[in-house]
């Protein structure tokens, strides 16, 4: 991923932050979106394993059961990586433009700060 851009006062440098900030604040919350439903899946599956375990279900059903669960709390650790990599990103952007003037109540910061404190929680 390109570095951030600096903000030297240009309307055009400033409208790439804006863009950079919309852009992180999109993937931080879709990304926030897949990492809840993955797990919720993964707990879900949890329990459907011990389900079939306490049933005394056939070998393939739980090997089949147990990969699932596994598969599934992979997609809970890939997302929970890419959601950091993803706030972190974001917030060193925010904490680059915070104090600059030109952004001094900006829809966008406002917005990335928002997504922050929903990413943190």
């Known amino acids: 991923m390109p570095p951030a851009p600096t903000l030297n ?3 055009d440098e ?3 932050v804006r863009r950079q900030l919309k852009i992180k604040v999109a993937a931080a919350k879709r990304l926030l979106k897949e990492h809840i439903l993955y797990r919720d899946e993964a707990h879900a599956q949890g329990q459907k394993l011990s389900k079939l375990a306490e049933e005394n279900a ?3 059903e739980l090997k089949h059961a147990r990969r699932i669960a596994e598969e599934s709390q992979r997609m809970v650790n ?3 990586d ?3 990599k993803t706030v972190q990103e974001l917030t060193s952007l925010v904490a680059s433009v915070k104090n600059k003037p030109e952004f001094e109540n900006d829809e966008e910061l406002v917005k990335a700060e928002e997504a922050l404190k929903e990413a943190n929680a």
């Open 58 to 60: 056939d070998e393939w």
């Open 82 to 84: 890419r959601l950091d």
């Open 9 to 11: 006062g240009t309307p």
């Open 14 to 16: 400033k409208a790439a």
């Open 78 to 80: 890939d997302t929970r």
